[in-house]
């Protein structure tokens, strides 16, 4: 919600371990025989295998010497008898003309066990990818067109196995204020190997309309959806800007279902008096393109996700976002935070307000066992301003528990 200085790319550092694997990993084709443990969960049955199309009906050539008008016509016999009307349209590629493909019937899936309600909402799932198809995809353009920024799906399955041949984990991304979950695309593509919640928080995306209910209503929004998707321990939660405030509920409200988090952009020392008046003086501008399109500017967002945001942007309500200051402007950090044993890893963009550096001793009072790191250059949408780091950034965190060597030690 800050206006930020102009926009500053980063290379991906050079320590091969850090290196987003993504491309790699799936060019390379499927997985060997005997790496178990990376295929669907038992509870999301995988598709079946498209159905070969049934060869085309190929009419006779003429033989030599005779006309090709007579052995038109030695054709017509057998084309009506394949259900295709001798009078139909004399284009073979017509509909008419198309041998019918049996339909696909998908597996039903088994029923879960019933939870809280929760608003309806497109929860769209990926399922599992052939490897191969995968890589194609992955290396192809990015489709044309204006894309609807409340359709992006929740859930999304793995697409390739695990190289150390464990079953697949689960990591839980929490979108920011004044976006929607549509930012963590470079993020699910990259992480193939888990499966990935991109939750839609309340008033956001596809819940636009939704009226913001507070912070421990959206944690507790979050907690059910892990609870209900994750079936192998727990879940690794990483939080950028307000999805990082929320993780910090759900830690404080649930941790029993957190395996680890990461969070950026947590303004928890608070907001100042000056930068309180000119954000709710900024919620006049709600419903301009051309300040969204400013503000796209100044998060360090790449061309072709301007549009997203910019549309996303003028349909946000601005009394949600009015409520949702109230809470966070004050700062603070939950009750019962220190109950959360588990590793803890707070960053600040190097080109954040310093406000949010400044929330680092807030943190460490309640999550003694955190670290902290400050990403050089970068601004506060930067998992969408250099994803190949904020990639790497996060696999070093899930797998090993370290922080990416390019993160740099506070300031004291």
Do not use: C
Request: a neutral charge; zero cysteines.
């Amino acid at each position: 919600m800050s206006q930020h200085e102009g926009a500053s790319g980063g290379d991906a550092g050079t320590d091969e371990e850090f290196v987003d694997r993504s491309l790699s990993d799936e060019a390379a084709g499927p997985a060997p025989e005997g790496g178990a443990g990376q295929g669907p969960r038992p509870d999301k049955p995988t598709r079946e295998a498209n159905p070969k199309r049934a060869p085309k009906d190929h009419r006779p050539r003429p033989e030599p010497g005779q006309d090709k008008g007579t052995a038109k016509d030695e054709a017509k016999p057998a084309a009506e008898a394949a259900g295709v009307p001798a009078g139909g349209p004399a284009d073979p590629k017509s509909p008419e003309h198309r041998p019918q493909v049996p339909a696909k019937e998908k597996p039903a899936r088994p029923a879960k066990a019933p939870r809280q309600p929760r608003p309806a909402v497109p929860h769209a799932r990926t399922e599992p990818q052939d490897p191969a198809a995968a890589a194609a995809a992955s290396v192809s353009a990015k489709p044309a067109g204006p894309r609807d920024p409340g359709g992006y799906p929740e859930f999304h399955a793995p697409t390739r196995a695990r190289r150390d041949g464990k079953p697949a984990q689960t990591i839980v991304f929490l979108h920011g204020g004044n976006v929607a979950n549509w930012t963590w695309d470079p993020q699910v593509r990259a992480f193939g190997d888990y499966e990935v919640l991109t939750p839609h928080l309340p008033g956001f995306g596809a819940r636009a309309q939704e009226d913001w209910a507070g912070l421990d209503s959206a944690a507790d929004d979050v907690a059910a959806v892990i609870a209900d998707e994750v079936s192998n321990g727990g879940a690794h939660l990483v939080g950028l800007s307000l999805g990082g405030v929320v993780a910090l509920r759900v830690l404080a409200r649930h941790p029993e279902l957190v395996e680890s988090l990461l969070i950026s952009g947590v303004p928890a020392a608070g907001v100042s008096a000056s930068m309180r008046t000119m954000s709710r003086m900024q919620l006049r501008l709600f419903g301009s393109e051309w300040y969204w399109r400013f503000q796209a500017g100044a998060y360090g967002m790449v061309a072709d996700e301007k549009d997203l945001f910019t549309e996303h942007g003028t349909h946000l309500r601005a009394d949600n976002m009015r409520a949702i200051m109230d809470e966070v402007d004050p700062g603070g950090v939950p009750a019962k935070l220190g109950d959360y044993k588990g590793p803890v890893l707070v960053i600040a963009g190097g080109k954040e307000p310093k406000l949010v550096a400044k929330s680092f001793p807030v943190l460490a009072r309640a999550l003694p066992q955190a670290r902290f790191r400050t990403a050089a250059g970068m601004h506060h949408q930067w998992n969408i301003e250099d994803p190949i780091l904020f990639n790497a950034t996060v696999r070093a965190w899930v797998e090993k528990g370290t922080a990416h060597p390019r993160l740099q030690e506070p300031r004291q």
